[in-house]
């Protein structure tokens, strides 16, 4: 993550129009507002753009623009940046544009604080009597893994994993996406307007996929761990290899959140958190959890060699190529643990199709998403299977992942567990996860400060 004096210091050194703040995670959101504060107390009067991931229209409006004075705009993304800016740097256009954003964001602000009023959540306790319910023993017993432990991948055969490429979201990388019915790949050929220039850019993707593999320029690296796990209320405990769970103290905790938003008065739906996949520990069942990291490296170097060139187009395509073969990576990898790995799926037989439809068995949530939006669960992980030291891939201060890409996440067996979003929860349920991992309410706010409930201002 750039440090705000640095953003700050370049963009008045280069007397730039415009600053742009990009967030990829959690973090940034609160490093965002940090910035706009500062720009405040700076007197700074440039106007600043918002995009990312990790942000959304109403975050900006509710967060950032009220700590500056001057425009502060969300952009969907880049392309959409090229409107804005020209908007914003335009002397005739510029004051109006900048009523305009205002009032809107007035009207979302409204809107926001109006939706924290309506929205009715259970308590923790009336949510966890209402979890996902699992007959273990009317259940067939859990698989135990081929092995327990760690298992490293060295130099991982990059060619396999070429058929397991998802091309939709490197055609999201370049801002191409097809109209109703030509969305998607390879639909996205036939499209009018973006048909012929998506086709151009797979071909040229293929010319450097086939480089890169064929000249070893990047290398695929991962791991896979596996251990006996059982769950506890909202948390699941990892014991060591041999040992009996109840007599034995846990080696490490992943720690679960819990849906709370009220459902519909006819839904029977259950308020879901992770940890309902797993065995109980009361259940005397012996159940496993498993963990994976795998990353492409050598991406950002090549990246930079082109960037150095004055080669963008380049220096873009092989960080999308590298995302694309870290998720196929992943991708392949789960299909091995349930084939061979972990065997639960034994006799699975799925096309790509099937695996972009999610109808293999078991899930394999990763920390920061839907399923568990709390990076810090991530630093669990690291420990317990020594996943840098062991593969190279580390974290960095913001828990983003390095090489950036990567992808990390957790096994469950269990063919009834599914995917789905905590949502937003509410304070006792913060509270109540503080406690449990030892953290402050505070820090635990500021990890999950896109799925709080309530207002912490």
């Known amino acids: 993550m750039t440090p705000c004096d640095k953003i ?3 963009a008045l050194d280069n007397k730039a129009d415009i600053i742009g703040l990009s967030g990829l995670i959690t973090p940034s959101l609160d490093e965002m507002i940090f910035v706009a504060k500062e720009m405040e107390r700076l007197a700074i009067k440039i106007p600043l753009l918002i995009g990312g991931a990790t942000t959304s229209r109403t975050h900006t409006a509710v967060k950032i623009a009220p700590r500056y004075s001057a425009p502060v705009v969300h952009v969907l993304d880049a392309s959409k940046s090229v409107v804005v800016c020209s908007q914003l740097l335009d002397e005739n256009l510029k004051d109006e544009y900048f009523e305009e954003i205002t009032e809107e964001y007035e009207e ?24 996902f319910h699992i007959d273990w023993l009317a259940e ?5 893994p081929s092995f327990l432990g760690t298992r490293v991948f060295e130099d991982y055969d990059l060619q396999a994993l070429v058929g397991y490429i998802d091309w939709k979201p490197f055609f999201d990388v370049w801002q191409l996406r097809g109209k109703y019915p030509n969305r998607g790949f ?12 998506a086709k ?9 996929l086939r480089a890169l593999i064929g000249e070893k320029k990047l290398r695929a690296r991962g791991v896979v761990g596996f251990w006996p796990a059982q769950s506890e209320q909202d948390d699941i405990h990892l014991y060591p290899v041999g040992s009996e769970p109840r007599a034995t103290q846990p080696i490490a905790t992943f720690y679960g959140l819990r849906q709370q938003a009220e459902k519909d008065s006819a839904s029977t739906d259950p308020y879901l958190c992770l940890a309902d996949f797993i065995a109980p520990l009361h259940s005397g069942l012996r159940d496993y959890l498993g963990l994976f990291a ?12 082109y960037e150095e060139q004055g080669d963008d187009y380049s220096s873009i395509m092989v960080k999308a190529l590298g995302d694309r073969l870290a998720e196929a990576f992943a991708e392949e990898l789960h299909e091995r643990v349930r084939r061979e790995l972990w065997a639960y799926c034994g006799s699975e037989e799925l096309d790509v199709a099937d695996l972009r439809r999610l109808r293999y068995g078991g899930i394999r949530p990763a920390p920061g998403y839907p399923s568990q939006p709390d990076h810090t669960e991530k630093l669990t992980m ?3 299977a020594d996943i840098e030291q062991c593969t190279g891939i580390r974290l960095t201060e913001s828990l983003a992942m390095a090489p950036a890409s990567a992808v990390s996440g957790l096994y469950f067996s269990n063919l009834k567990s599914k ?8 304070k006792d349920q913060v509270e109540d996860y503080a406690l449990r991992k030892n953290m402050s309410v505070a820090e635990v706010e500021k990890w999950l400060g896109p799925i709080l409930g309530y207002d912490t201002d």
């Open 419 to 426: 995917y789905f979003a905590v949502g937003k929860i509410s």
């Open 108 to 131: 979302i602000r409204q809107d926001h604080y109006e939706s924290l009023k309506e929205r009715r959540y259970l308590t923790l306790s009336q949510a966890r009597k209402h979890s």
């Open 8 to 10: 700050l210091k370049a």
């Open 140 to 144: 067939p017993p859990p698989v135990e």
């Open 200 to 208: 151009r850019l797979y071909d040229d993707a293929q010319n450097m």
């Open 186 to 197: 390879p639909k996205i050929f036939d499209d009018k307007s973006v048909g012929e220039e």
């Open 382 to 384: 690291w420990k317990l």
């Open 294 to 305: 795998v990353a492409c490296f050598g991406v950002e170097e090549l990246s930079r060699a």
